[in-house]
């Protein structure tokens, strides 16, 4: 270390210490002495000679330590003009057509350039829930690398062999692989679980109780009353409003019970000469205390609505319609009518609509909606053909929003072409009730026929700032289309 | 036109000018799309009812647009250069350009020719002698008080300076200012880039203040030192040489790949760096320039591209700074080049090259077939024989690298600098990649 003598004087100062040249210098370093220019003068001289010295006689470090080269790539590797978007896409942070390149890559099989790996696997960091389908753009190259840092190293986790996930994935993969064995074997899953829930932690057991929901049976009440002592409150919530809407659990069945203590069909008198069918419900038909005990409450929290009618309302959403109508010897068409023409039919349907999401009705579902219940859950529960003839109830400022959260998938399903121009006009009237980022989406989601009427509606005359909001959305939404057509 | 989407952002003056430019690369933003062997040109719709002309030299890259942005490029045409290259398809080619297009052009070119007429202007050589002893006077006292400043922090020690940081050395450089020696002073201001709250700053602050009392020192003594060097020292305190001069010197002729373009900012002066090599010469060349608020590059280079020109480099020591005389763009092609030279050799041309001027920053390198790796925590680029070189670049970077190489064998260009070694690109198998 020839320098140390430099830094202890450059530290103390001249005036505490000067310093000695080194062996390999002394003959400079005594003619510099010998011009007598002063200590500050000699030093200066001395550090800049021996740092510079230090410098030219630098020499490479030996290093043998090597990295595995990445494994080669069986995967074709994107076409130029994808991999330029993606490449811009990164850059100019546009999340939603990075994610769309990402799904086409997939689709595709195709790997993103070995040079973009890195800033998708800190995007994919950022963004755990769609962190497998980046690792997978970036192929064996993402793969490589993740086993080589640390922070990336978190994303190799979730690719796991499947026999491992359980014991050592992550939670979301734990989750995703008990989701998959529930939908394929719902005892399997409820062994597995009721084998390990007591070692999970509180988040873990929510998440885990929550794939329940899936294909649940009277074959979880067991488990599902055993969490009803849980430490976690919001564990124990979850169970009650799983056991809730068992059909046939013990709460279910008295839910049934009381609900057919309140309600009833029957005959009336009509016109003199006709019986006609009507509902009718008992509010003063009290349950026992017992039943306030497993999440009913007692006095109604709405307004006009009374604590009898509210009770009754809890309690249909629990109940799978068509049970009901069952147990009222009635089917499911008659007994839609009769809760239509009741009285309290509008005091009632947000149960019924709740009843019918939960439960997955199609027939209830279509009465419903025929009915004019805007709730855009119902479409769920419809087959898929049956669903486009609803869609344009849905075309409202206050509905925009939720339909296109219903209709726009993460497989880009293209729009039916009739419904994307309705949403465009709809949207030209009132541009504000979705956001950017909503437009970006649509775009990747629309037809190319439509091209053309974004592109009138670009052009449309019109200066007031919903217009040029409008027209502003619509050209950006002509970009994505763009690229869209550049890549398929 | 061969640049990629990377290569004409990198052009943009920031990020936001980038991003908005990346949304202007639409069809439909643009009324009218057309391009020429010459230019490329297209209307685009703004918010005013008269659309945007933009305009973009093919030739020599410049782009032109009426609308009120003062950037530079605008969003405008890094739009419509973004457009060009992932849809080339809709722009309409045009034999003859538009008269609007023909004008810019014609008047680049007279604006080149003015250039040279400059050149032929005489200059009154007595009125420049005075000024040139009046300056030379007030230098020379600014630089007897740097010397007394200097002897007094070394008498003292340096052991307080980080207590005040930008104090320490604020008045000295003021008063370099003042005395016209605005090299110095520029000396004095890289004090200011040592990273004080890490342990080594000690030797850096040493060597920075011991390098500047040589310079003084050694320009003391000019008379016993040779042209190269005198006038590398005059530089070095602050006596620029006209560019018009630099011009008239014999230019070197050559094919050059424009290696890294660098941006730095300081007190609202940008200070931009191109490397070239030139494949004939096998020379290194430094394109510096200087941009005050939003003055516009008089080049604008793309990282990767070639050109056939005509360099005339400074006079100096070790001469790498140089201006171009003239050039003609070519084509953006895959980096090839090829240096013999392990590490040891770099190790030793640096050493040479300080021997020859222990004043050098910055010495440039190319090594081919190195590998990246990492060893004990640190990142390293090493040759075939183990020899390695320890990596200065942040630890994204260096992680883009090893993401481009995939761990196998690729050539680099990067520049030695404070004993440390940043890699600027990496080439393999006609790919590039521009890290800084």
């Known amino acids: 270390m020839i320098e140390q003598e430099i830094l202890k004087a450059g530290l ?26 002063g200590k500050e003068d000699q030093f200066l001289k001395l550090a800049a000679l021996t740092l510079l010295y230090r410098e030219c006689g630098a020499t490479p470090q030996e290093v043998t330590a090597t990295l595995p080269p990445c494994p080669g790539e069986p995967a074709q590797p994107a076409g130029k003009r994808t991999a330029m978007l993606l490449e811009q896409a990164l850059s100019g942070k546009e999340e939603v057509l990075l994610h769309y390149l990402i799904f086409r890559c997939n689709q595709r099989n195709e790997v993103a350039p070995s040079a973009l790996a890195p800033a998708l696997l800190d995007k994919a960091l950022e963004r755990r829930k769609t962190a497998r389908s980046i690792v997978q753009v970036c192929g064996v190259a993402g793969q490589w690398l993740c086993s080589l840092n640390e922070d990336w190293a978190v994303l190799l986790a979730d690719a796991v062999p499947e026999e491992d996930i359980w014991e050592t994935g992550s939670l979301e993969r734990r989750k995703e692989y008990l989701t998959g064995l529930r939908q394929r074997d719902p005892q399997a899953a409820l062994q597995l679980l009721a084998a390990s829930i ?184 419809l087959p898929a053909g049956d669903r486009v003839a609803f869609y344009e109830a849905f075309l409202t400022a206050q509905h925009v929003a939720p339909l296109l959260d219903h209709l726009l998938d ?62 502003a959305q619509a050209m950006e939404m002509l970009r994505q289309m763009d690229f869209k057509k550049m890549i398929d | 036109m061969q640049y990629s989407t990377e290569q004409i952002l990198q052009m943009a003056p920031d990020t936001p000018a980038a991003k908005a430019g990346q ?36 030739d020599n890259i410049a782009f032109k647009c009426s609308c009120p942005s003062r950037k530079f490029p605008c969003k405008h045409g890094l739009g419509l250069m973004l457009l060009y290259v992932q849809q080339p398809d809709v722009f309409t080619v045009e034999a003859s350009l538009p008269d609007t297009v023909a004008e810019w052009l014609s008047r680049r070119g007279a604006r080149e020719a003015a250039k ?24 020379l006292a600014g630089i007897e008080e740097l010397r007394y400043w200097l002897k007094d922090v070394v008498r003292t020690g340096i052991m307080n300076v980080p207590q005040d940081i930008y104090g320490f050395n604020q008045s000295i450089t003021a008063r370099m ?73 014999m230019p070197v002729e050559d094919t050059w790949t424009v290696l890294s373009i660098t941006l730095s900012e300081e007190e609202q002066l940008r200070t931009e760096r191109v490397w070239l090599y030139g494949h004939n010469s096998k020379r290194y060349a430094l394109l510096l320039q200087f ?109 883009r690298m090893l993401a481009f190489s995939q761990g196998k064998p690729c050539s680099a260009f990067g520049i030695y600098e404070e004993e440390r070694f940043a890699l600027h690109t990496l080439w393999s198998d006609h790919k590039s990649c521009f890290v800084s």
Not at chain 1, 14 to 35: F, N
Request: with cysteine; glycine share 6%; proline share 4%.
């Open chain 1, 12 to 37: 103390l100062g001249t005036d505490k210490y000067m310093p000695l040249p080194v062996p390999a210098l002394e003959d400079i370093g005594a003619r510099i002495t010998a011009q007598n220019d």
């Open chain 1, 198 to 381: 007591g070692q999970e932690n509180a988040a873990a057991r929510q998440a885990f109780t929550e794939v329940l929901r899936i294909r649940l049976s009277l074959q979880d009440e067991s488990l599902l009353e055993q969490l009803l002592k849980d430490k976690s409150q919001k564990v124990k919530e979850l169970a009650l409003s799983l056991l809730q809407q068992l059909q046939g659990s013990a709460i279910n069945r008295h839910y049934l019970d009381q609900v057919l203590r309140m309600v009833r069909i029957k005959e009336e008198r009509h016109l003199l000469i006709t019986k006609k069918k009507v509902l009718a419900i008992d509010e003063a038909a009290m349950p026992d205390e017992a039943i306030f005990k497993t999440g009913i409450a007692k006095v109604s929290s709405e307004k006009g609505v009374s604590d009898g009618l509210y009770l009754l309302g809890q309690l249909l959403a629990c109940i799978d319609p068509a049970v009901l109508a069952a147990a009222l010897h009635s089917t499911d068409q008659e007994l839609i009518n009769l809760l239509l023409l009741h009285k309290e039919a509008a005091t009632l349907q947000p149960y019924l609509t709740e009843s019918v999401v939960r439960f997955g009705n199609a027939a209830w579902a279509r009465t419903l909606l025929q009915a004019k219940v805007a709730d855009i859950r119902l479409l769920d529960a």
């Open chain 1, 410 to 471: 993460d497989d880009y399903t293209s729009l039916p072409t009739t419904l994307a121009g309705a949403l465009l006009d709809q949207l030209s009237r009132q541009p504000y009730i979705i956001q950017q980022q909503g437009y970006q989406r649509l775009a990747l989601h629309l037809p190319p026929e439509v091209y053309d009427m974004l592109k009138g509606h670009q052009d449309k005359p019109g200066d007031d700032y919903q217009a040029r909001y409008f027209k």
């Open chain 2, 23 to 58: 949304q202007l690369a639409s069809n439909a933003k643009w009324l009218l799309k057309a391009v020429n062997e010459k230019a490329l040109w297209g209307d685009c719709q703004g918010s005013g009812k008269t659309p945007y002309r933009t305009m973009v030299d093919l």
């Open chain 2, 116 to 139: 040279d007429e400059k050149v032929q202007k005489p200059v009154d050589e007595a009125a420049q002698e005075k000024r040139i002893q009046a300056r030379e006077k007030k230098v």
């Open chain 2, 177 to 249: 200012v003042d005395a016209q020696a605005g090299g110095l002073a520029n000396q004095l201001r890289q004090i200011n880039r040592i990273d004080f709250f890490h342990e080594g700053w000690q030797l850096a602050l040493l060597k920075r203040l011991s390098k500047i009392y040589l310079i003084t020192e050694a320009f003391d003594h000019k008379e016993q030192l040779p042209p190269e060097m005198v006038q590398e020292l005059q530089t070095l305190i602050g006596w620029t040489q006209s560019k018009e001069e630099v011009l008239q010197t």
């Open chain 2, 291 to 399: 941009y005050a608020g939003n003055q516009s590059p008089e080049h604008l280079w793309v990282k990767g591209m070639q050109l056939q020109a005509a360099i005339a480099y400074f006079p100096g020591a070790a001469p790498l700074r140089a201006l171009i005389k003239s050039h003609q763009s070519l084509s953006v092609q895959p980096i090839d080049i090829e240096v013999a030279g392990e590490v040891t050799q770099i190790y030793e041309q640096v050493s040479g090259a300080l021997s020859v001027n222990p004043f050098l920053t910055q010495f440039p390198f190319i090594l081919n077939r190195g590998t990246l790796t990492r060893h004990e925590g640190h990142w390293w680029f090493k040759d075939a024989a183990n020899q390695a070189i320890p990596l200065a670049n942040t630890t994204g970077e260096c992680w």
